[in-house]
């Protein structure tokens, strides 16, 4: 059942006052909505049980507060994904950890279901996922940076926990041990090879607090030219169109036009927790025609709504003879310069023709995606102990977690970077409720056997 509604108690770090000798059940890596649903399925089993049958968990974020993608949190952009996707729902649909409870509480519940949508704000999930994150506040030290991971062996030789050494928000280093670790670190933006970002060049992650600054300081704005031509492409293009009313907003991508997404319901099938399982068991040729044919569910597409207010908005700029809004398809940008007054010489080239021409612009935006975090890199010491198929990306089982050296008995589960074993939802929202119960299944077997 949902709480009453009420605020949350203020709590301490846990990292204040507690024993250093102690070792976590789990230790999680990253506090984004993969460790958060984590942490919840956590909260909701040790509830009521004596101290020596809960798990001990805590996980570190380097951000001083909970954030997800801030600096796209368009105010009137949705979400791509149906609200039932939350953080427990599809694990536990009586959970009071929901989207529908959080609703309740906020006393907007009615309200939103008169709009007759499964898609919310995003700024209003984004609100959610905080309300959650408040919830579970214990369990989490924020400001707190991963510098080291460190196996650990007993008199045997064998890897019983690992030792994570982080920084904390005084510049000091804080050492932890667990038996199992949960890495959720996300992605990183990802820029063209050789590209510098700059005040004047920009990734969309950060389009939010770039336009405050520049509305904060008036700073001319008469051309933005915007990289990319998946959804945040989009979104970004439109806004700028919005902030800048006198601005020309150029939208340079290689495609003859935007790609829609398909979300059409058999293909949204790719995105069911059965299809982890076909996924994983399927050999690897198969695994790559399944990626390959649903790439259209995610990768470098955008909503079919989207794309029509952008075609609506050119249009009447055409017929009302002030175009601002225009779109260099078919094209690329093949080099970037400074001018002497800080503004950009951006020359884009026509792909069929190879003619180029050079754009004067204020801004550059690189809406060119994100890269998943390489673990590997993350688990430093820890890496050397994990197993690698013939790819060299680290081998997974099916409840997430690394295979290692025989003489390992501590667990690293990951949570995305898994696109390879587990599928186009290792890095989406759509199956995290499911995963993290599956990885809290799996730490309750490991448990009763002694790891």
């Given at each position: 059942m949902?709480?009453p509604?009420?605020?949350d108690?203020?709590?301490?770090?846990?990292l204040?006052g507690s024993?250093?000798?102690?070792?976590?059940?789990?230790?999680g890596?990253?506090?984004?909505?993969?460790n958060l649903?984590l942490?919840?399925?956590i909260e909701e089993?040790?509830a009521?049980l004596?101290?020596?049958?809960?798990?001990?968990s805590?996980?570190?974020?380097?951000q001083?507060r909970f954030?997800?993608?801030?600096?796209?949190l368009?105010d009137?952009?949705?979400?791509?994904?149906?609200?039932l996707?939350?953080l427990v729902?599809?694990?536990?649909p009586a959970?009071d950890?929901?989207f529908?409870?959080?609703?309740?509480e906020?006393?907007?519940l009615?309200?939103f279901?008169?709009q007759?949508?499964?898609f919310?704000?995003?700024v209003?999930?984004?609100?959610?996922?905080e309300?959650a994150a408040?919830?579970?506040?214990?369990?989490?030290a924020?400001?707190?940076?991963?510098t080291?991971?460190?196996p650990?062996?007993?008199e045997?030789g064998?890897?019983t926990?690992?030792d994570?050494v982080c920084?904390?928000?005084?510049?000091?280093t804080?050492?932890?041990?667990?038996?199992?670790?949960s890495?959720?670190?996300?992605?990183?933006?990802?820029?063209?090879p050789g590209v510098?970002?700059t005040e004047?060049v920009?990734h969309n992650?950060q389009?939010?607090p770039?336009?405050a600054?520049?509305t904060?300081?008036r700073?001319?704005v008469?051309?933005?030219?915007?990289?990319g031509a998946?959804?945040?492409?989009?979104?970004t293009?439109?806004?700028?169109?919005?902030?800048f009313?006198?601005?020309e907003i150029?939208?340079?991508?290689?495609k003859?036009?935007?790609?829609p997404a398909?979300d059409?319901?058999?293909?949204?099938?790719?995105?069911d927790?059965?299809a982890?399982?076909v996924?994983?068991a399927a050999?690897?040729?198969?695994?790559q025609s399944?990626?390959?044919?649903?790439?259209?569910t995610?990768?470098s597409?955008?909503?079919m709504?989207?794309i029509?207010?952008?075609?609506a908005?050119?249009?009447?700029?055409?017929?009302?003879?002030?175009?601002?809004l225009?779109?260099l398809n078919?094209s690329?940008i093949r080099?970037v310069?400074t001018?002497?007054?800080g503004?950009l010489?951006?020359g884009?080239?026509?792909?069929?023709?190879?003619?180029q021409?050079?754009?004067q612009?204020?801004?550059?935006?690189?809406a060119?995606?994100?890269?998943?975090r390489d673990?590997?890199?993350?688990l430093g010491?820890?890496?050397?102990?994990?197993l690698?198929d013939d790819?060299?990306?680290?081998?997974?089982?099916r409840d997430h977690?690394?295979e290692?050296?025989?003489d390992?008995a501590?667990?690293?589960?990951?949570?995305g970077?898994?696109?390879?074993?587990?599928?186009?939802t290792?890095?989406?929202?759509?199956?995290?409720a499911?995963?993290a119960?599956?990885i809290?299944r799996?730490?309750l077997?490991?448990?009763?056997?002694g790891?």
């Amino acid at each position: 059942m949902c709480l009453p509604e009420g605020g949350d108690a203020t709590v301490k770090s846990p990292l204040k006052g507690s024993d250093s000798n102690s070792i976590h059940d789990i230790l999680g890596i990253g506090f984004g909505p993969s460790n958060l649903a984590l942490a919840i399925a956590i909260e909701e089993h040790n509830a009521g049980l004596p101290a020596d049958r809960r798990l001990d968990s805590l996980f570190l974020e380097r951000q001083p507060r909970f954030g997800w993608h801030r600096g796209m949190l368009i105010d009137d952009a949705t979400m791509q994904v149906s609200f039932l996707k939350d953080l427990v729902t599809l694990r536990d649909p009586a959970s009071d950890f929901s989207f529908l409870c959080f609703l309740r509480e906020k006393g907007r519940l009615i309200d939103f279901l008169n709009q007759k949508t499964l898609f919310p704000l995003r700024v209003e999930f984004h609100e959610y996922f905080e309300w959650a994150a408040a919830r579970v506040r214990h369990q989490v030290a924020y400001d707190h940076e991963v510098t080291a991971i460190e196996p650990v062996r007993d008199e045997t030789g064998t890897v019983t926990a690992f030792d994570v050494v982080c920084r904390d928000p005084a510049g000091g280093t804080v050492t932890r041990r667990a038996r199992n670790l949960s890495v959720a670190v996300g992605l990183e933006p990802h820029v063209p090879p050789g590209v510098t970002l700059t005040e004047r060049v920009w990734h969309n992650s950060q389009l939010l607090p770039r336009v405050a600054e520049l509305t904060a300081t008036r700073a001319p704005v008469r051309r933005a030219i915007v990289l990319g031509a998946g959804q945040s492409g989009a979104e970004t293009v439109d806004y700028l169109h919005r902030s800048f009313p006198d601005a020309e907003i150029c939208a340079v991508f290689a495609k003859y036009g935007y790609t829609p997404a398909d979300d059409s319901p058999f293909a949204n099938r790719i995105f069911d927790p059965e299809a982890v399982d076909v996924y994983f068991a399927a050999p690897a040729e198969v695994k790559q025609s399944l990626f390959d044919y649903h790439r259209s569910t995610n990768y470098s597409v955008v909503d079919m709504d989207l794309i029509e207010s952008l075609y609506a908005t050119a249009y009447q700029e055409k017929v009302t003879g002030r175009e601002r809004l225009r779109f260099l398809n078919v094209s690329r940008i093949r080099e970037v310069s400074t001018r002497a007054d800080g503004s950009l010489e951006v020359g884009v080239e026509f792909l069929p023709t190879g003619e180029q021409r050079t754009l004067q612009a204020d801004l550059l935006v690189h809406a060119t995606g994100y890269r998943p975090r390489d673990p590997a890199a993350l688990l430093g010491e820890a890496a050397k102990v994990c197993l690698r198929d013939d790819g060299d990306a680290l081998r997974v089982t099916r409840d997430h977690l690394v295979e290692t050296a025989p003489d390992v008995a501590a667990g690293i589960y990951l949570q995305g970077s898994t696109e390879h074993t587990h599928g186009l939802t290792s890095t989406l929202l759509s199956t995290t409720a499911i995963r993290a119960g599956e990885i809290h299944r799996s730490l309750l077997a490991r448990r009763a056997v002694g790891l």
